[in-house]
C-alpha cells in the first residue's frame, strides 16, 4: 500500500524523478505461492517488478533487504540484486536488521565474486537503544564505508516526551515503547528537556540532532504521523549540539562500562 500511494503521488506531484531517491524494501510475505517472499532469486526478481510497477518508475534508487533469509545463500542473494542492478532496474543495494557476522559475510561474497555488494544498513538505532549497533554493526560500516540510516530514531515515541516519570500510559497499544520505561531513561528526557528548552527546541529534535551528529549517519528514517510531525522532525536540521552537549547525552545512555586506569 505505502508504494502505491508514494506511487500516485510521484506521478502527479510533477517533482522530477531526478530530485528524489527512492528506497523500498523486500523480504516479506507477498503470497501464498512458495516464490513469494525471502531473498531467493526467484522472489527476488518478482517482487522489483512488482514494486517498479506500485511505484510507477523504471529505477528503485535503493533496494533493501528487510531482514536475512537462512534459507537463501547469501551469493544466490547477491548474484540476483547484481543482475538488478546491472540492467538498470535497482541503483543501490541495503541491508536492514542484519547481524554484523551477516553483514560481513555478505560484503565478503560480494568482493570474492565481484558481485554488487550492500552500499547501506538500516539498523534499529537510538539514544536508548544503542548496544545492538554501536557494538559491532558500527565498526564494519565505518570501516567498509557503509551508509547508515537507522530507524525507530525516537524510540517508538519514547523520545518525543509524550511519556514522563509521573504520567506513563498503560495502553495495550504502547507495544514495544514499554521497554525503555526505567528510572535511567526518564532522567534522560529530563535533561533531553532542559536541553530542548535552552535551544528553543522539543526533544523529538534533540534525539534526531544527536543521531546527525555521527558522521556515520546518513539520514534517520522518521515515521511521521502528521504534517505538524513531519515539520517537527525536521526541525532537527536547524539544531547543533556541542561536543560536550552530546557528551552528555553519550553518557546518559552509555551502554558499556569504560575499564577504569
Known amino acids: 500500500v505505502a508504494e502505491q500511494i508514494v506511487g500516485r503521488w510521484l506521478k502527479s506531484s510533477g517533482v522530477p524523478r531526478e530530485k528524489l531517491v527512492i528506497a523500498t524494501k523486500l523480504r516479506g510475505n507477498m503470497g501464498e505461492g512458495p516464490d513469494d517472499e525471502g531473498l531467493s532469486r526467484a522472489h527476488i526478481l518478482k517482487a522489483v517488478e512488482a514494486s517498479l510497477r506500485r511505484l510507477q518508475i523504471e ?8 531482514w536475512p533469509d537462512e534459507a537463501a ?37 560480494a568482493d570474492k565474486h565481484n558481485l554488487a555488494r550492500f552500499d547501506c544498513l538500516q539498523p534499529h538505532y537510538n539514544l536508548v537503544h544503542r548496544a545492538e549497533f554501536e557494538a559491532e554493526l558500527a565498526a564494519v560500516c565505518r570501516t567498509y564505508g557503509l551508509g547508515v540510516i537507522p ?20 495502553s ?3 507495544g514495544g515503547v514499554k521497554r525503555y520505561f526505567n528510572e535511567r531513561n526518564w532522567d534522560l528526557l529530563e535533561r533531553m528537556d532542559g536541553m ?3 535551544k528553543g527546541a522539543t526533544i523529538s529534535q534533540i534525539a534526531l540532532a544527536w543521531l546527525l551528529a555521527d558522521p556515520l549517519i546518513t ?10 510531525q513531519l515539520k517537527d522532525n525536521l526541525g532537527a536540521l536547524a539544531i547543533s549540539l556541542s561536543a560536550d552537549e552530546k557528551a552528555v547525552l553519550d553518557k546518559a545512555t552509555a551502554w558499556k562500562v569504560e575499564n577504569e586506569e
Not at 529505477?59 to 528487510?66: E, G, N, R, S
Not at 539520514?219 to 505538524?228: E, R, T, V, Y
Open 73 to 109: 545463500p547469501i551469493e544466490e542473494t547477491l548474484r540476483a540484486f547484481d543482475d538488478l542492478v546491472k540492467q538498470g532496474k535497482v541503483r543501490f543495494i541495503g541491508a536492514s536488521n542484519y547481524a554484523a557476522w551477516q553483514l560481513m559475510q555478505a560484503l565478503w561474497d
Open 196 to 198: 530542548a528548552k535552552e
Open 151 to 170: 530507524y525507530s530514531p525516537l524510540a517508538g515515541g519514547f523520545l518525543t516526551g509524550k511519556y514522563r516519570r509521573d504520567r506513563q500510559a498503560h
Open 219 to 228: 539520514s534517520p528514517i522518521i515515521g511521521a504521523n502528521s504534517l505538524d
Open 59 to 66: 529505477t528503485i534508487d535503493l533496494y533493501q533487504a528487510h
Open 172 to 174: 495495550a497499544r504502547l
